[in-house]
């Protein structure tokens, strides 16, 4: 009996059947029999589906698949580095830092962003339709990671911590933000940041920069990066499937840029900034004797803030076309003509060529008819019989004329540059503007004319085609104070790392000299120390510090005679120049002053050089008395 069971055991079925034989009918069995193989044979498939499925994502995807785990669980997160400092010449920071909390989004842990727009716009009050748009954008550029906001206020970062849960790929980094200890201050010379662009990215020169950085735009900012920049470090986290912080794995902390200290002043910084306050124009102090900028100032000015926080289209718009070029640092990139500051180029000139000497006597009479033309004398009475000494003093444009006559264009043209005008100074801050120096040559290729001798008159005394910048105009200054070096201008003192070894350090470089008689420059020197001693620079003059200096002004347009109570439109008012070094017998700072549109040199410029020269001396009681 038991081999019969066991025997109709191994048919399946037929041993179901025969054990509810009893119970029901035939046709019954049958159509169970049937049922159960159906059922088997889908199983049979379902387990063969599924069987083919793992082996594909164990053998085929397997590795892929790993990857796509690990990366869901463990994440790099940035840690971008502290920015290096700015400091003055006596360790005062001109450009510090500050922390920011920014909003950042992980992308790829964001299923829904219109409903993640929706619950950041209600917790900051913002516009969802706008997170949105960013979001969706950065996500169609193929961004990882985006930063929504910077500098968030603490309510704002309570908000966001408070509902993280809700806010998937949310997060916030600390990172640090510029700050500007004096508003405002050396704006042009230090520079400012602004966002990384594709075009600097792809240049190679931003190494392990990302999207989204800060970068130096403009100024020291920009020409030290390297050094400022730092290098960023990362936490490797463990987050879950919403992306949410588990904890962390390891860390690379980031390295803070090095600090860079420059050659400024603060000081003088300060009162530069001050003496040009409501007007335009630029101020350029350096030591003569190494070439070191002590002071650059250029108004009218602009916030740094406002780039650091992002400029709007219409706040760019506004700034880049306004009329008074606030963006322009009028230091190195304003050219205008000399005016009778020119007359230390002519003098030394004059003696070098031999066309007159220290007695050489020309009589003033105020005018100097030359062809169809009277050129006149700022004096309209003349200054008599002068010789060099009393034409420099008086600033006598009769006696310039007649040199200039007796020089010639391409001769007053040689001694232009080899003071260094007409050409790039050196000095590694952004493109400067190189001036102009004009000669017949320079005349046929850019008019196609040939050089007119009544336009060397002009040219004699600062007027006409040639063209400088303050910071070339301190350089003669310097040339005369220093004895016939040109050194090139330098602003950055050195580089030093976080922990405080020198890592650069910036020598003097003589980039060429002058090549002039040592007793030449004796006479100028003599004869610049009288302009403001007995002359048209006495408005420079200091009572316990010695100092030598030359007035300009620079005509803008011909004027006519003003008719009776008339007024001359402020864009047509001369440009005032000064320029200057002290103490005479020892140089140790020369100036160059200019003020747009500001009338007398002697009377506009000299007394701010005066207040320069003051707070350099620290003859503080001289300074406030301005």
Same mark, same amino acid.
């Given at each position: 009996?038991?081999?019969?069971?066991?025997?109709?055991?191994?048919?399946?079925?037929?041993?179901?059947?025969?054990?509810?034989?009893?119970?029901?009918?035939?046709?019954?069995?049958?159509?169970?029999?049937?049922?159960?193989?159906?059922?088997?044979?889908?199983?049979?498939?379902?387990?063969?589906?599924?069987?083919?499925?793992?082996?594909?994502?164990?053998?085929?995807?397997?590795?892929?698949?790993?990857?796509?785990?690990?990366?869901?669980?463990?994440?790099?997160?940035?840690?971008?580095?502290?920015?290096?400092?700015?400091?003055?010449?006596?360790?005062?920071?001109?450009?510090?830092?500050?922390?920011?909390?920014?909003?950042?989004?992980?992308?790829?842990?964001?299923?829904?962003?219109?409903?993640?727009?929706?619950?950041?716009?209600? &917790?900051?009050?913002?516009?969802?339709?706008?997170?949105? *748009?960013? %979001? #969706? @954008?950065?996500?169609? !550029?193929?961004?990882? =990671?985006?930063?929504?906001?910077?500098?968030?206020?603490?309510?704002?970062?309570?908000?966001?911590?408070?509902?993280?849960?809700?806010?998937?790929?949310?997060?916030?980094?600390?990172?640090?933000?510029?700050?500007?200890?004096?508003?405002?201050?050396?704006?042009?010379?230090?520079?400012?940041?602004?966002?990384?662009?594709?075009?600097?990215?792809?240049?190679?020169?931003?190494?392990?920069?990302?999207?989204?950085?800060?970068?130096?735009?403009?100024?020291?900012?920009?020409?030290?990066?390297?050094?400022?920049?730092?290098?960023?470090?990362?936490?490797?986290?463990?987050?879950?499937?919403?992306?949410?912080?588990?904890?962390?794995?390891?860390?690379?902390?980031?390295?803070?840029?090095?600090?860079?200290?420059?050659? &400024?002043?603060?000081?003088?910084?300060?009162?530069?900034? *001050?003496? %040009? #306050? @409501?007007?335009?124009? !630029?101020?350029?102090? =350096?030591?003569?004797?190494?070439?070191?900028?002590?002071?650059?100032?250029?108004?009218?000015?602009?916030?740094?803030?406002?780039?650091?926080?992002?400029?709007?289209?219409?706040?760019?718009?506004?700034?880049?076309?306004?009329?008074?070029?606030?963006?322009?640092?009028?230091?190195?990139?304003?050219?205008?003509?000399?005016?009778?500051?020119?007359?230390?180029?002519?003098?030394?000139?004059?003696?070098?060529?031999?066309?007159?000497?220290?007695?050489?006597?020309?009589?003033?009479?105020?005018?100097?008819?030359?062809?169809?033309?009277?050129?006149?004398?700022?004096?309209?009475?003349?200054?008599?019989?002068?010789?060099?000494?009393?034409?420099?003093?008086?600033?006598?444009?009769?006696?310039?004329?007649?040199?200039?006559?007796?020089?010639?264009?391409?001769?007053?043209?040689?001694?232009?540059?080899?003071?260094?005008?007409?050409?790039?100074?050196? =000095?590694?801050?952004?493109?400067?503007?190189?001036?102009?120096?004009?000669?017949?040559?320079?005349?046929?290729?850019?008019?196609?004319?040939?050089?007119?001798?009544?336009?060397?008159?002009?040219?004699?005394?600062?007027?006409?085609?040639?063209?400088?910048?303050?910071?070339?105009?301190?350089?003669?200054?310097?040339?005369?104070?220093?004895?016939?070096?040109?050194?090139?201008?330098?602003?950055?003192?050195?580089?030093?790392?976080?922990?405080?070894?020198?890592?650069?350090?910036?020598?003097?470089?003589?980039?060429?000299?002058?090549?002039?008689?040592?007793?030449?420059?004796?006479?100028?020197?003599?004869?610049?120390?009288?302009?403001?001693?007995?002359?048209?620079?006495?408005?420079?003059?200091?009572?316990?510090?010695?100092?030598?200096?030359?007035?300009?002004?620079?005509?803008?347009?011909?004027?006519?005679?003003?008719?009776?109570?008339?007024?001359?439109?402020?864009?047509?008012?001369?440009?005032?120049?000064?320029?200057?070094?002290?103490?005479?017998?020892?140089?140790?700072?020369?100036?160059?002053?200019?003020?747009?549109?500001?009338?007398?040199?002697?009377?506009?410029?000299?007394?701010?050089?005066?207040?320069?020269?003051?707070?350099?001396?620290?003859?503080?009681?001289?300074?406030?008395?301005?």
């Amino acid at each position: 009996m038991w081999r019969s069971v066991q025997s109709e055991e191994s048919s399946g079925f037929k041993f179901l059947g025969d054990t509810f034989g009893g119970l029901m009918p035939p046709e019954e069995q049958e159509r169970v029999r049937r049922t159960f193989s159906a059922v088997a044979l889908i199983l049979l498939g379902l387990f063969g589906v599924l069987f083919l499925r793992l082996w594909f994502l164990q053998l085929v995807e397997g590795e892929e698949l790993q990857k796509r785990s690990e990366r869901n669980r463990i994440r790099l997160q940035d840690l971008p580095p502290w920015r290096g400092m700015i400091l003055d010449r006596q360790g005062q920071v001109l450009v510090g830092n500050r922390p920011s909390y920014d909003l950042m989004v992980v992308l790829e842990d964001v299923a829904d962003i219109p409903l993640l727009g929706r619950r950041l716009a209600a &917790l900051m009050r913002l516009d969802a339709k706008a997170l949105t *748009a960013q %979001l #969706e @954008g950065a996500r169609a !550029a193929g961004l990882h =990671l985006v930063r929504l906001r910077s500098d968030l206020s603490f309510d704002d970062l309570a908000l966001v911590e408070t509902c993280r849960p809700e806010l998937p790929g949310v997060f916030i980094q600390v990172a640090s933000k510029r700050e500007y200890r004096q508003k405002g201050q050396a704006a042009h010379a230090l520079g400012y940041l602004g966002e990384i662009s594709d075009a600097q990215l792809k240049s190679g020169r931003f190494l392990g920069a990302k999207m989204g950085d800060y970068v130096g735009r403009c100024g020291v900012e920009s020409v030290w990066e390297t050094f400022l920049r730092g290098n960023r470090g990362f936490r490797r986290i463990e987050v879950d499937a919403y992306g949410r912080e588990l904890g962390q794995l390891d860390q690379v902390f980031p390295t803070p840029g090095a600090n860079v200290y420059l050659t &400024l002043d603060q000081r003088l910084q300060q009162e530069a900034e *001050a003496c %040009l #306050e @409501g007007k335009a124009g !630029a101020i350029v102090a =350096l030591d003569p004797r190494n070439g070191k900028i002590l002071a650059m100032a250029s108004a009218p000015t602009y916030s740094q803030e406002a780039f650091e926080r992002g400029l709007t289209a219409q706040e760019w718009q506004k700034l880049s076309t306004h009329k008074d070029h606030p963006l322009v640092n009028r230091a190195l990139k304003g050219q205008y003509p000399p005016g009778s500051t020119f007359k230390i180029v002519m003098a030394v000139a004059g003696l070098e060529e031999k066309v007159i000497t220290p007695q050489t006597v020309i009589h003033c009479s105020g005018a100097l008819p030359f062809g169809n033309h009277v050129f006149h004398c700022w004096k309209k009475g003349g200054h008599g019989d002068v010789n060099l000494n009393r034409a420099l003093v008086q600033s006598c444009d009769i006696y310039f004329y007649t040199v200039g006559k007796r020089l010639g264009i391409d001769r007053i043209a040689k001694w232009s540059r080899r003071f260094g005008l007409g050409q790039s100074s050196g =000095l590694k801050l952004d493109q400067e503007m190189p001036g102009l120096v004009a000669s017949t040559a320079w005349k046929k290729a850019r008019f196609k004319q040939p050089w007119r001798e009544g336009e060397t008159l002009s040219v004699a005394i600062g007027q006409g085609y040639n063209l400088a910048t303050p910071l070339q105009m301190a350089q003669v200054a310097a040339v005369i104070a220093n004895g016939g070096f040109i050194f090139e201008p330098q602003m950055m003192e050195k580089v030093e790392s976080p922990a405080g070894e020198v890592l650069y350090k910036v020598k003097p470089v003589i980039k060429s000299r002058l090549g002039a008689e040592p007793a030449t420059l004796e006479l100028v020197q003599k004869a610049l120390h009288g302009v403001v001693s007995e002359g048209t620079g006495r408005n420079a003059k200091l009572p316990h510090v010695e100092v030598a200096g030359k007035t300009g002004t620079s005509q803008i347009v011909g004027l006519e005679k003003e008719k009776a109570g008339g007024k001359t439109p402020a864009h047509f008012q001369n440009h005032a120049w000064f320029v200057a070094y002290a103490p005479v017998s020892d140089p140790k700072i020369a100036v160059a002053v200019l003020v747009e549109h500001g009338g007398g040199g002697g009377a506009v410029a000299a007394p701010l050089a005066r207040r320069i020269l003051a707070v350099a001396f620290q003859d503080q009681r001289v300074a406030k008395s301005e």
